[in-house]
Every structure is written in C-alpha cells, then in structure tokens.
C-alpha cells in the first residue's frame, strides 16, 4: 500500500510540474561541453606569432580529390614544361559534340560559328579587337596544348574561361576547333568510301567533278 502511494505522489509531482515556468537555472550535471576552452572562428589566439585562432593550410595540402598529377590533361604542358602536341584524351563522336555545344556557348559569340572571327561580338560594332580567325596558318600549326592554355588562360585581350570552364571541356573545345580547321580544307580523300559512292550514284560524278568512272563530267552532268 506505501508503495502505491509513493508511485501515486510521483506520478502526481511529475504531472503537476509540466508547463510550469521558473527562474531558477536548470539542473545541468555536465558543464564541459558548454563552456569549452576552445577558440572561436576570427577570435584572437595570443598563442600563435600572428594572433590568428584560424590557421592555413601545411605548405603543400592538396585538398581531397585535387591532386592534379596528370599534368599533360590538367595543364596541357609536358613533365618539361612543353606544350603537348596532341589532346591527352581519345577523341570519339561524344567528345567532338560536347566540344561543339560548349563552342557554340562560350566561343562562337566571338570566334563565329565556323571560327572566321567573325562572332556578333565583332561584327556588332561593339569596338572589340577583331578575334583571330582559327583557319590561319599559324593556328593551324600552333599545338593543342596551346589552344588549351588560350581557353584556360587567355591570351592578349581574351580573358581566360578556367572558372567557367571545365578541364574536360576544355579538351573537347580544342577538338571541335580541330574539326573546324580540318572541315575547311577537307579534300575527296577525307570522305568515306560509302559517302563518295554516294555521290557519284546520286549525282553521276565523282566528289571531284569528275564523271564516274574517272572521265571528266561532261557540261550540264548531274544537274
């Protein structure tokens, strides 16, 4: 019966108490863990030369996953310091179309769309140095380490794209340009057998101008 009674009176104090609000501080056991002596982000720290609670990185921490050791695909240069002369990546369909769409975003607007410099940007009238027109000689020699750097860098009055661009696309930009180049000084050698039969089965002549067969198409042929 005692018993009953202590539980009743227990369970009568701990209902009566709920919702009640007092001034007394609360009963708290642990203090450690509320006041720590630790230093706060930007609080003086009279430890240290500089005063600074925050301190930088170890010289050399690379932070995880940036330890860019492949410096041909991250720099485009060689362990001496040469530019590559070839991407560092396979050149496939997907790349040569990723490459086509990030151009057509962030280097036609200049460079024009089959990359004659002649982009809105300069032909607008907007009093911009005229860009260089990627099917000069020069260009067509420079190496696609080169043109990495110009797109991650910038040269002369373009700025460069690294923060806006990523490494990988960077690499697809420089292979579309590649097939620019190559698409302006294409010859009947470059097209495909299935392509070329093609056209002499649909047309009568050779991508040449020549008649099929290998005699000159004579006037008015395939018209």
């Known amino acids: 019966m005692q018993k009953l009674t202590f539980i009743a ?3 009568v104090l701990l209902v009566g108490c709920r919702g009640m609000q007092s001034d007394d501080p609360p009963i708290h056991p642990n203090l450690n863990m509320d006041f720590q002596e630790r230093f706060d982000p930007q609080e003086f720290n009279p430890f240290f030369a500089d005063g600074r609670s925050m301190r930088p990185p170890v010289p050399g921490t690379v932070a995880r996953g940036m330890l860019r050791e492949d410096v041909a695909f991250y720099q485009g240069r060689s362990p001496g310091g040469d530019y590559v002369a070839d991407l560092p990546v396979p050149v496939t369909r997907a790349l040569l179309e990723r490459g086509q769409e990030r151009y057509d975003i962030f280097c036609a607007v200049c460079h024009g769309q089959a990359g004659y410099g002649q982009g ?3 032909t607008g009238g907007y009093g911009y140095t005229p860009a260089p027109s990627y099917h000069d000689a020069r260009l067509i020699e420079v190496s696609d380490g080169y043109l990495y750097d110009v797109i991650t860098n910038g040269v002369r009055n373009m700025p460069g794209y690294a923060q806006q661009i990523p490494v990988a696309d ?4 420089v ?3 590649r097939a620019l180049q190559r698409s302006q000084r294409a010859s009947e ?4 057998p299935s392509v070329r039969a093609n056209i002499e089965a649909t047309t009568g002549t050779a991508p040449g101008g020549e008649a099929a067969g290998g ?3 004579a006037p008015g042929a395939g018209e």
Not at 170 to 173: D, L, T
Request: glycine fraction near 0%.
């Open 170 to 173: 960077r690499w697809a930009i």
């Open 215 to 217: 005699a000159p198409a």
């Open 9 to 11: 009176l227990a369970v």
């Open 175 to 177: 292979a579309y340009v």
């Open 189 to 192: 050698a470059d097209l495909p």
């Open 120 to 122: 809105i940007i300069m």
